[in-house]
């Protein structure tokens, strides 16, 4: 074969792995099927042949460009199960035929303090993210696992054990790094009283996790419907927010919270939960900017913070931690033409609790 650089732009087509996805055409339109073509792997890639993609609240938030960086034809999925199906010259750590996941992101700068100490998420150069975004070597924007295939290096690709169920291990790749994250950062310990704001897809993994580290853990929520599912799981409370017995009943209560909203919400009616020297991390990401007096934090010593995803290293640990605990996501598997009304119940926070298309369907 040629080397590609001689090849003029029609000819290299030729040589390109032609793929197919349902995407987004434009800002907020539904998403359709979608032909296109992927890179052949360079030597450090895999190339996957993706068999399950859950669905992110995030995918929503891209499709109509609520951060304002969208690019279109936007193939949203990062929560990302599929088997290996070839190698480039130089790869090392995966062979064909391996079970592999993959999460947000699919390349870093690799050299700045960030990305040097496993925080890749937070590459100071910009993180490559699995869709929407720049290739940094040139290969237009980057498509997600709403398709049925993705090339991807090695260094962003991590080992699935194979006897976990597949489908209920993609959202894992982000819903469970999410929660699992800023939950291993807080050491959770028994005694400590934590509450999960929130019972979608990372909601439901937070309780997982929280219960697995031995915390007692409250569900904050707007569905009271949802409260025999928030005891499955693991809760030991259940506290309906719109009840202003319920709510006040958990004031000056948790250590921690953790939220998980995905739109508008008062974060001082959440801060007022908080023990003294409580903290509540954000991971969910509502477009709209909070207003948050410093005196709410400052009278009980309290702490706002945020938390982006976790690094390759972390995912990976969070990985084997749910292979050895058996801990996987609560899914509701879908045939791929079905996703835009699976978006419309996200919408409505009627998910139990992970939308996850079979890549068979495409
Ligand atoms: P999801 O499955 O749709 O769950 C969001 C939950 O938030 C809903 O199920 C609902 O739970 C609650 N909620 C919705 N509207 C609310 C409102 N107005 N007030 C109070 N609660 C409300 O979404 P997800 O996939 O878990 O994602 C959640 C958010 O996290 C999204 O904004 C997403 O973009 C973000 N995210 C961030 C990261 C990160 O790295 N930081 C990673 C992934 C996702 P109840 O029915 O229990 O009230
Ligand atoms: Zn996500
Ligand atoms: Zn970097």
């Known amino acids: 074969m040629p080397e590609l650089q001689e090849l003029k732009a029609e000819e290299k087509t030729a040589f390109r792995i032609p793929a197919k996805a349902y995407a987004a055409m434009g800002v907020g339109e539904n998403l359709v099927p979608w032909d296109f073509t992927r890179r052949n792997p360079r030597p450090h890639d895999v190339q996957v042949d993706i068999k399950y993609s859950g669905m992110c609240h995030t995918d929503l938030h891209f499709i109509r460009n609520d951060l304002g960086f969208s690019s279109y034809p936007l193939v949203p999925g990062h929560e990302i199960v599929g088997i290996v199906t070839a190698v480039g010259t130089d790869v090392t750590k995966f062979k064909v035929g391996d079970t592999v996941g993959i999460g947000c992101l699919v390349d870093s700068c690799r050299e700045c303090e960030n990305c040097k100490d496993d925080l890749a998420q937070y590459c100071l150069n910009g993180a490559t993210y699995t869709y929407g975004i720049p290739d940094r070597h040139g290969d237009g924007i980057t498509y997600g696992g709403y398709s049925n295939k993705i090339v991807c290096d090695e260094d962003f690709v991590l080992k699935v054990n194979k006897d976990l169920p597949l489908d209920k291990v993609a959202p894992l790749l982000c819903a469970g790094i999410t929660t699992y994250s800023p939950i291993k950062k807080w050491n959770i310990k028994a005694g400590d009283k934590v509450a999960i704001l929130g019972l979608g897809g990372l909601g439901h993994m937070g309780v997982k996790f929280a219960v697995a580290f031995g915390a007692e853990v409250t569900v904050l929520s707007t569905s009271p419907s949802k409260e025999a599912d928030a005891i499955k799981l693991g809760a030991h409370k259940f506290i309906n927010t719109k009840n202003e017995e319920q709510v006040k009943s958990v004031q000056n209560y948790f ?40 005196a709410n934090l400052i009278f009980q010593g309290r702490s706002l913070s945020g938390s982006l995803i976790g690094g390759l290293k972390e995912t990976q640990e969070m990985l084997d931690f749910c292979a050895e605990n058996n801990i996987t996501s609560d899914i509701e598997l879908i045939n791929i033409k079905d996703v835009n009304t699976a978006f419309e119940r996200m919408e409505k926070s009627d998910v139990k609790y992970r939308f996850v298309i079979d890549m068979a369907t495409i």
């Open 255 to 294: 250590n921690y919270i953790l939220d998980t909203v995905s739109a508008e919400h008062d974060y001082n009616f959440y801060l007022s939960m908080l023990k003294t020297h409580g903290s509540m991390v954000c991971v969910g990401l509502p477009t709209v900017p909070a207003s948050v007096p410093a």
